[in-house]
T-cell receptor, first 111, second 115 residues
Framework: EDKVVQSPLSLVVHEGDTVTLNCSYEVTNFRSLLWYKQEKKAPTFLFMLTSSGIEKKSGRLSSILDKKELFSILNITATQTGDSAIYLCAVGSSNTGKLIFGQGTTLQVKP | SAVISQKPSRDICQRGTSLTIQCQVDSQVTMMFWYRQQPGQSLTLIATANQGSEATYESGFVIDKFPISRPNLTFSTLTVSNMSPEDSSIYLC????????????FGPGTRLTVT
């Protein structure tokens, strides 16, 4: 059965800290791995990763995929209170477009 | 990217009634999806709605309970039928678009509470 597992499930840090969120997966016909940020309702797209070892970066956020070890990490440097959210990892299987989501990591950044 | 709108944004419904949720996209898309997010849970795919064919439902979801329409490439509806409190969730529409690669975007969601 396809599954996506995120860790930790929750995390509390202080502003300025660096955090690393983990996502491991077992999915047949892997196509891509996506990271989303969810604050209130709709998840907001952050990154899509398809190739191993190529870091994607957007401001203080970066992510990388390891297709051999079947995991990805999302790094956030110099965290701010606005980074407080649920971070979701999802894996797309083949060309169906279906996404399998992990449980999410709830990040709280304290002032 | 794609801009997705949903109606209603939230509703409170009585047990046994039905609610139809609308999803509108600002561009033509082939693949559209409906997800559910129950309180404190992650997202679960309900069905894939492709224009010109019947929706494909995931295990645990059936057409009688969640009928879907996809009349064109920019619009879809999801109906939650004969509702019970267990149907209280956020329902999200999602589309797959081709940018530099396939990218998947979500609508703002519909927060449904069944009393």
């Amino acid at each position: 059965e396809d599954k996506v597992v995120q860790s930790p499930l929750s995390l509390v840090v202080h502003e300025g800290d660096t955090v690393t969120l983990n996502c491991s997966y077992e999915v047949t016909n892997f196509r891509s791995l996506l990271w989303y940020k969810q604050e209130k309702k709709a998840p907001t797209f952050l990154f899509m990763l398809t190739s191993s070892g190529i870091e994607k970066k957007s401001g203080r956020l970066s992510s990388i995929l390891d297709k051999k070890e079947l995991f990805s990490i999302l790094n956030i440097t110099a965290t701010q209170t606005g980074d407080s959210a649920i971070y979701l990892c999802a894996v797309g299987s083949s060309n169906t477009g279906k996404l399998i989501f992990g449980q999410g990591t709830t990040l709280q950044v304290k002032p | 990217s794609a801009v997705i709108s949903q109606k209603p944004s939230r509703d409170i419904c009585q047990r046994g009634t039905s609610l139809t949720i609308q999803c509108q996209v600002d561009s033509q898309v082939t693949m559209m999806f409906w997800y559910r997010q129950q309180p404190g849970q992650s997202l679960t795919l309900i069905a894939t709605a492709n224009q010109g064919s019947e929706a494909t439902y995931e295990s645990g979801f059936v057409i009688d309970k969640f009928p879907i329409s996809r009349p064109n490439l920019t619009f879809s509806t999801l109906t939650v039928s004969n509702m019970s409190p267990e149907d209280s969730s956020i329902y999200l529409c999602s589309v797959l678009v081709w940018g530099t690669d396939y990218e998947q975007y979500f609508g703002p969601g519909t927060r449904l509470t069944v009393t």
